[in-house]
């Protein structure tokens, strides 16, 4: 299968997105959603890109990086964490670069990454965990066929208290 839309690109991480990657995880505003804590070191990510199983079933995770068909250029990452292969089930979530949002990329990324959990992992559903006042993302899973499934109290610390979150499933 072919994990482009012609626009965009879905493709495993590279040694020369090491940049990329540790800017990302290094983003402490992203840490609220992502569930870290703390930074990455290069090192760190440099043995993760070298070393990964690349084997859903054992690493029981998939990053994707987004990237332009045209000329490669890295937009952001998709991932799959928490793949539960018995149940057909697997968390999902996404980061956009700050120049590249707003602009659908998310969308269509997700898209392809809908076509591969159905045909590549046989997955029956995808899941994601959405701060409630996060409305780009609750808009996002929303308008791409997630539904609001239930509501987690209390769920995330950040900026001195604690947020709820919304679950929110696809079904295939």
């Known amino acids: 299968m072919k994990l482009t839309d012609g626009k965009i ?7 020369e997105d090491l940049d990329v990657l540790f800017n990302m995880e290094n983003d402490t505003a992203l840490w609220l959603v992502s569930g870290n804590a703390m930074p990455y ?3 760190q990510l440099r043995k993760y890109i070298e070393e990964s199983a690349h084997d859903f ?6 990053r994707f990086m987004i990237v332009l068909e045209s000329d490669a250029n890295v937009l952001g990452s998709v991932d799959l964490t928490c793949i539960d292969p018995y149940n057909g089930r697997a968390e999902i979530g996404i980061a956009l670069l700050e ?9 269509a990324a997700l898209k392809i990454l809908f076509e591969y ?3 590549v992992l046989h997955i029956h559903q995808l899941y994601c965990h959405v701060p409630v006042g996060n409305k780009e993302s609750i808009n ?9 499934s239930g509501r987690l109290k209390d769920w995330l610390y950040g900026n001195e208290s604690y ?8 079904f295939f």
Do not use: T
Not at 57 to 62: F, W
Not at 163 to 170: A, E, G, N, P, Y
């Open 57 to 62: 079933y054992s690493d029981r995770q998939i």
């Open 9 to 15: 690109r879905l493709r495993a991480p590279e040694p």
């Open 140 to 148: 996002l899973f929303s308008s791409n066929g997630f539904a609001q």
């Open 163 to 170: 947020q709820d979150v919304i679950l929110m499933q696809k």
């Open 117 to 119: 959990s159905i045909e």
């Open 41 to 43: 070191s290069r090192y």
């Open 99 to 107: 120049p590249y949002r707003g602009q659908g990329i998310a969308s």
